[in-house]
């Protein structure tokens, strides 16, 4: 979809592993991700896709290998480990938002927070934000009062607010009823038409083969086959793709 996609990496792993336990849950993983660009990552359950969404915003560490945004190394902790999560949105399943604030509060909270916008600010840009996503009348609500589809809309709009360099989404429309599944599509595509470099772990294989610049396929902690949509789905290299595709139909 991303008419023009740079050679500057913005997220690398290199040769990353990571076990919980005896169980080898990342193998030797390599990726780039290039600025503008929209990877989709597919594959069974317990594959390791959660695992490796996760370890990029060092919400799980690994045991070797190199992670690397903008080209420079994770950061072990503290502030500057905080401000690289915020430069990394992350939209779960689950909608994550903060029960006991509004959906205003839930988006101005990191801007005032971290990275010190004042209040008025904050809340004309949240505005415009949750313009953008369709939800700017439930502004004042909590999110219990909001759809599920609403809530992950909210949930990307407060990821947006941080500017983000990148945008990782890890089954973003698994926990919604099928209704609600394309209006939170809907906003993914035209972030990935605004140029926004995206991460997308996801089931919804219309989805991927129309949004996505490339495609990586997991199976058993390692990446399988990477490719372009038609490369993948349509001419899979190895019988494992072929075997989860046929799974999916
Ligand atoms: P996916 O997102 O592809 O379904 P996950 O990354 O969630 O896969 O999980 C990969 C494997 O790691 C699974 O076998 C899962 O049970 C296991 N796993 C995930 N998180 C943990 C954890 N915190 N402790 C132990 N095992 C885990
Ligand atoms: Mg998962």
Same mark, same amino acid.
């Given at each position: 979809m991303t008419q023009q996609i740079s050679t500057e990496p913005i997220i690398e792993l290199r040769h990353v592993d990571k076990h919980y336990g005896d169980l080898? $849950? %990342?193998?030797d993983i390599n990726l780039t991700v290039h600025k503008g660009e929209v990877l989709v990552v597919v594959g069974p359950?317990?594959?390791g896709k959660s695992t490796m969404c996760r370890t990029v915003n060092r919400l799980e560490t690994i045991d070797s290998g190199e992670i690397l945004i903008e080209g420079e190394p994770l950061p072990q902790e503290g502030r500057e480990l905080t401000r690289m999560r915020a430069e990394l949105g992350m939209v779960f399943q689950?909608?994550?938002?903060?029960?006991?604030?509004?959906i205003l509060q839930n988006v101005t909270l990191g801007p005032i927070e $971290? %990275?010190?916008?004042k209040k008025d600010e904050a809340e004309a840009r949240a505005m415009e934000l949750l313009a953008r996503v369709g939800v700017a009348e439930q502004a004042?609500?909590?999110?219990?009062?909001?759809s599920g589809g609403q809530q992950q809309r909210a949930a990307i709009a407060r990821s947006l607010a941080m500017h983000p360099k990148a945008m990782m989404f890890d089954e973003?429309?698994?926990?919604?009823d099928p209704e609600m599944i394309n209006e939170v599509l809907d906003v993914m595509v035209e972030l990935a038409r605004g140029g926004m470099t995206m991460v997308v772990v996801t089931h919804e294989m219309n989805f991927a083969r129309r949004v996505a610049d490339r495609v990586v396929f997991m199976a058993d902690g390692q990446i399988v086959e990477e490719g372009t949509p038609a490369e993948f789905f349509?001419?899979?290299?190895?019988q494992r793709a072929r075997d989860f595709l046929d799974s999916i139909k």
């Open positions: 080898h $849950v %990342l193998k359950s317990g594959s689950s909608f994550n938002l903060f029960a006991h604030m509004s $971290v %990275l010190g916008m004042a609500k909590s999110p219990a009062q909001l973003p429309t698994s926990a919604l349509d001419h899979p290299k190895t």
